[in-house]
T-cell receptor, first 112, second 117 residues
Framework: GENVEQHPSTLSVQEGDSAVIKCTYS??????FPWYKQELGKRPQLIID?????GEKKDQRIAVTLNKTAKHFSLHITETQPEDSAVYFC???????????FGAGTQVVVTP | GAVVSQHPSWVICKSGTSVKIECRSL??????MFWYRQFPKQSLMLMAT?????????EQGVEKDKFLINHASLTLSTLTVTSAHPEDSSFYIC?????????????FGSGTRLTVV
């Protein structure tokens, strides 16, 4: 089955700096790669996703890149703010709506 | 946007009792619902996939007789933790998929914090 690895497990950045989280996946058939933000005790919230026919997608301060050949994808947050502090999960599935395999998560701490 | 309503948000039960968790899709029909378990500071681990009108598909290592899943309608899926034990204490969360074009992505319930004493 699919295996998703995520690094780093924790990331501390100064407010205004950029944060980058990287994930690799094992199943070349995976085609859908969402990123979720989860605050303590709350549900995961989709922040951005990318499909395999796209190499990069951007939404304001958030961007995701995908390298299908290398089977890795990354989340980039620019101009970080304290409210960006949370746990971020990458995930992969073969099709939108199919089983999601999550990475282990990255605790992001943005210090003022 | 698409909403999945999950209840209860938290529950404390005694060892040996059963607990039912409900997830309802409020504005879309969920033919499939995914059930996850999350331990503190860990990732979401898929337990099973519930399918409307048919048996659930369980992930390897998940006891189907302990975690009973029912998906009797297009808007309701339930997870029953039977004969609960302290090691079943966890955060349980469901997820449905409204379909492409509906704000994309899966929508998650708010989760249920189960504590077994």
């Amino acid at each position: 089955g699919e295996n998703v690895e995520q690094h780093p497990s924790t990331l501390s950045v100064q407010e205004g700096d950029s944060a980058v989280i990287k994930c690799t996946y094992s199943d070349s058939a995976s085609n859908y790669f969402p990123w979720y933000k989860q605050e303590l005790g709350k549900r995961p919230q989709l922040i951005i996703d990318i499909r395999s026919n796209v190499g990069e997608k951007k939404d304001q301060r958030i961007a995701v890149t995908l390298n299908k050949t290398a089977k890795h994808f990354s989340l980039h947050i620019t101009e970080t703010q304290p409210e960006d502090s949370a746990v971020y999960f990458c995930a992969a599935s073969k099709i939108p709506g199919g089983k999601l395999q999550f990475g282990a998560g990255t605790q992001v701490v943005v210090t003022p | 946007g698409a909403v999945v309503s999950q209840h209860p948000s938290w529950v404390i039960c005694k060892s040996g009792t059963s607990v039912k968790i409900e997830c309802r899709s409020l504005d879309f029909q969920a033919t499939t619902m995914f059930w996850y378990r999350q331990f503190p500071k860990q990732s979401l681990m898929l337990m099973a996939t519930s399918n409307e009108g048919s048996k659930a598909t369980y992930e390897q290592g998940v006891e189907k007789d302990k975690f009973l899943i029912n998906h009797a309608s297009l808007t309701l899926s339930t997870l029953t933790v039977t004969s609960a034990h302290p090691e079943d204490s966890s955060f349980y969360i469901c997820s449905g998929y409204p379909g492409q074009g509906k704000e994309d992505g899966y929508t998650f319930g708010s989760g249920t914090r189960l504590t077994v004493v």
